[in-house]
């Protein structure tokens, strides 16, 4: 009688079970998933059922795909929030045909809320689809088509009038783009920061004055290998985004010389990057005055074959510019041991972390031991084609590197992309 008596209790002592999804809304769902910091959490999220999976679908910001018209449709039907799309091709890897006009018109009718789109290397894409771009993706903040080889100044004013609020634009590459095209930015997109233009060869230093009458907000212009464009370019960018430029790079840009460095010292006193390999006419006398205007902000320089460059200068530039981080002075072959006579003390401290002195035949194994005195964060040094500078010969003078610091002897390291 006790055993039924037990039975009959546990059949009254009912549990209830409650299901998560009864409990939460969708609000509180989309609260977890936005504490949630690692991409890989929120994939997870998705797989625990079709709600959730709906909810991560609509919250995501970002997709990197390989997708024609049909599956970009059905793309855009799922992540109706997608503010990021990368449809990128790598150089090494790219699928035929890759992105077309057709996909970019898809892109701009299905993805209304894109702010970042890019293209890199869809060497299928021409103006037609940038049109698209430009007529309906007026929200659009950030456009990479570098490499793009087949869009011109039509395609791109497209976006520059449909876009205003354009601040991001790449073109590397991109050889028939011109000075209409700077037009086009300075009337509709001022709100530009980052530029990008390394190998545009028919930008102008008319161009280029045009475009900052503009776009005055400028942080960051890439101009490496712009081979017409010179000093009276370069001085109305540093007058016209003075209180805004960081980075500028001029690589192989063979016309530029001492007057363009000399107006950057003279009005762009926030400037970080400074790139100027290949520029054999800048001398000493200004990156003297750059190194005493930008002494607090200038962290990474770039002045490989620069000729005319020489101990007095290197000298200015280290006992100033105590915030760099990274210097390329290779194949000034100027350079001796002398650029370094103020280091090596206690109280001289440099927070460099990449040095490349390749290609310096007068520097010597005591230039680099007075280096290592005052280089104690040093990660990387480049020392290949040095004749006076071997393995041995440091070993045998006793320098001391730092624990994790990589010395490139004779080329068999990577070299650190940070000044490309």
């Not at 290592?372 to 045998?396: H, N, Q, W």
Request: proline content about 1%; hydrophobic content about 35%; charged content about 25%.
């Amino acid at each position: 009688m006790a055993g039924a008596g037990d039975d009959s209790h546990l059949q009254n002592d009912v549990v209830s079970v409650h299901c998560i999804n009864d409990s939460l809304g969708d609000d509180e769902l989309r609260a977890v998933l936005s504490r949630l910091g690692d991409d890989k959490d929120k994939e997870v999220f998705g797989l625990v059922c079709k709600r959730w999976l709906r909810i991560q679908s609509t919250e995501r910001k970002k997709l990197c795909a390989r997708a024609g018209p049909h599956m970009l449709r059905r793309i855009a039907s799922r992540f109706t929030r997608l503010h990021e799309l990368d449809l990128s091709q790598s150089v090494s890897r790219s699928f035929y045909p890759g992105v077309t006009d057709s996909d970019l018109s898809v892109i701009a009718t299905a993805f209304s809320c894109l702010r970042i789109l890019n293209l890199q290397n869809c060497k299928g894409i021409t103006d037609k689809g940038l049109a698209a771009i430009g007529s309906s993706l007026s929200s659009l903040q950030s456009l990479d088509v570098s490499y793009c080889r087949k869009i011109t100044d039509k395609g791109l004013s497209a976006v520059a009038e449909g876009c205003h609020d354009l601040r991001i634009l790449h073109l590397s590459g991109c050889r028939f783009v011109s000075d209409s095209l700077m037009k086009a930015l300075s009337e509709n997109c001022h709100n530009v920061e980052e530029i990008g233009l390394q190998g545009c060869t028919n930008i102008t230093n008319s161009g280029l004055s045009v475009m900052v009458e503009g776009c005055r907000r400028i942080k960051h212009l890439d101009i490496n290998k712009c081979i017409n464009i010179g000093d009276i370019g370069i001085s109305s960018v540093s007058e016209a985004c003075s209180l805004t430029l960081m980075t500028l790079k001029l690589l192989d840009c063979y016309k530029v010389g001492d007057d363009s460095i000399l107006s950057l010292a003279n009005h762009c006193k926030n400037l970080e990057t400074l790139v100027i390999g290949g520029c054999r006419n800048i001398s000493d006398e200004s990156m003297k005055s750059l190194a005493a205007s930008c002494s607090n902000s200038l962290r990474k320089l770039r002045m490989d074959w620069c000729l005319n460059i020489t101990d007095s200068s290197l000298d200015c530039i280290l006992s100033k510019c105590r915030e760099l981080e990274v210097l390329d002075i290779g194949c000034c072959e100027e350079l001796t041991d002398a650029a370094f006579q103020q280091l090596g003390s206690d109280n001289f401290m440099l927070g460099m972390k990449i040095l490349k002195v390749s290609n310096c035949p007068k520097i010597t194994v005591e230039g680099i031991k007075k280096l290592m005195k005052s280089c104690k964060f040093l990660e990387y040094l480049d020392v290949r084609s040095c004749p006076l500078i071997t393995k041995a010969g440091c070993e045998e003078a006793g320098i001391q590197f730092p624990e994790s610091c990589k010395i490139n002897f004779t080329g068999s390291l990577a070299e650190p992309d940070v000044l490309l």
